[in-house]
């Protein structure tokens, strides 16, 4: 079965200091990996995905993730927070080879970013 | 501008009052999903649809129906709601599997029972 598991519920940074949100991953097959986030009272935005290109994963707003499938990590960085970061940061975790649209959503990870 | 729209955006009723919430999506998307979120669980798919009359159920389907009859449209039906389908829903629309394409979401109904 697959699962994923945001390891901070929260995380505070002061503006310009370096992101970390970590996540690992859970699953028999080779997953496909995403970063969504939530800003306050808006619907969820693709940040980046992974599906078994480059291990690298470039996304917008400065954001990158690095896939290690020896440690089942997917973790986002960002070199420099910005305000406007804060949010919540679901990482998802799916298996491409079925013949479905699921989605498995980690718990979430709130962002707090000070001046 | 391309977007995902649900109505209401926030909902009070009482137990067992039948409600529907509407989703629709303008972008010509094939798939489309109804997920709830609660404190502590992140996302949940209720229900996912591949195609116009083609419906599945999610993880948590119980309570709730859903139909497919236009391409943009997907409601969610609540027959009998109760206290603990109080949540956030959100409506979320993608062109292929939302596992290999970009899903795009609306911007969330919060109901609360009572």
């Known amino acids: 079965a697959q699962s994923v598991t945001q390891l901070d519920s929260h995380v505070s940074v002061s503006e310009g200091t370096p992101v970390l949100l970590r996540c690992n991953y859970s699953s028999s097959y080779s997953p496909s990996l995403f970063w969504y986030v939530q800003h306050p009272n808006k619907g969820l935005q693709l940040l980046l995905k992974?599906?078994?290109?480059?291990?690298l994963v470039k996304g917008i707003n400065g954001f990158e993730a690095e896939f290690k499938k020896s440690e089942t990590s997917f973790h986002l960085t960002k070199p420099s927070a910005h305000m406007s970061d804060a949010a919540e940061y679901f990482c998802v975790v799916s298996d491409p080879s079925y013949n479905t649209d699921k989605l498995i959503f980690g718990t979430g990870t709130r962002l707090q970013v000070f001046p | 501008e391309a977007q995902v729209t649900q109505n209401p955006r926030y909902l009070i009723t009482v137990t067992g009052k039948k409600l529907t919430v509407t989703c629709s999506q303008n972008m010509n998307h094939e798939y489309m999903s109804w997920y709830r979120q609660d404190p502590g669980l992140g996302l949940r798919q209720i229900y996912y649809s591949m195609n116009v009359e083609v419906t599945d159920k999610g993880d948590v389907p119980e309570g709730y129906k859903v139909s497919r009859k236009e391409k943009r449209n997907f409601p969610l039906i609540l027959e009998s709601p109760s206290p603990n389908q109080t949540s956030l829903y959100f409506c979320?629309?993608?062109?292929?599997?939302?596992?290999?394409?970009?899903?795009?979401f609306g911007q969330g109904t919060r109901l609360t029972v009572v």
């Open positions: 992974y599906t078994s290109a480059a291990t």
């Open positions: 979320a629309s993608s062109l292929g599997s939302a596992v290999n394409t970009e899903a795009f």
